[in-house]
Nanobody
């Protein structure tokens, strides 16, 4: 069982930045590919970014490419999402998720694949 706790959300003006953190209870977070997803009111939860177990591979949604950066520190059992140039349409609850993977370089964009989810952190971007 892996428990995930997100933090770092808040209210920011358009063009600003936030850094989300996800702390995991697992001692071997390095066994998991990690992802960030978001869900706006009335919308489906959508993929934002994913990072492989090793941290060597990443993938981003088109909406996040060039503005967001996912990273991880396996020694600290943590994953991060640096969000720059934020837009009002980035407003959502952001969730981190963990997916057990054998391959060190596998990345996962499908929310159905993820085994564990955090409770989410609210990000609000004002115009």
């Amino acid at each position: 069982q892996v428990q995930l706790v997100e933090s770092g959300g808040g209210l920011v003006q358009a063009g600003g930045s936030l850094r989300l953190s996800c702390a995991a209870s697992a001692r071997t977070l390095s066994n998991y590919a990690m992802g960030w997803f978001r869900q706006a009111p009335g919308k489906e939860r959508e993929f934002v970014a994913t990072i492989s177990r090793s941290g060597g591979s990443t993938r981003y949604a088109d909406s996040a490419e060039g503005r967001f950066t996912i990273s991880r520190d396996n020694a600290k059992n943590s994953v991060y999402l640096q969000m720059n140039s934020l837009k009002p349409e980035d407003t959502a609850v952001y969730y981190c998720a963990a997916d057990f993977k054998v391959s060190a370089e596998a990345t996962v964009t499908s929310k159905a694949s993820y085994d564990y989810w955090g409770q989410g952190t609210q990000v609000t971007v004002s115009s």
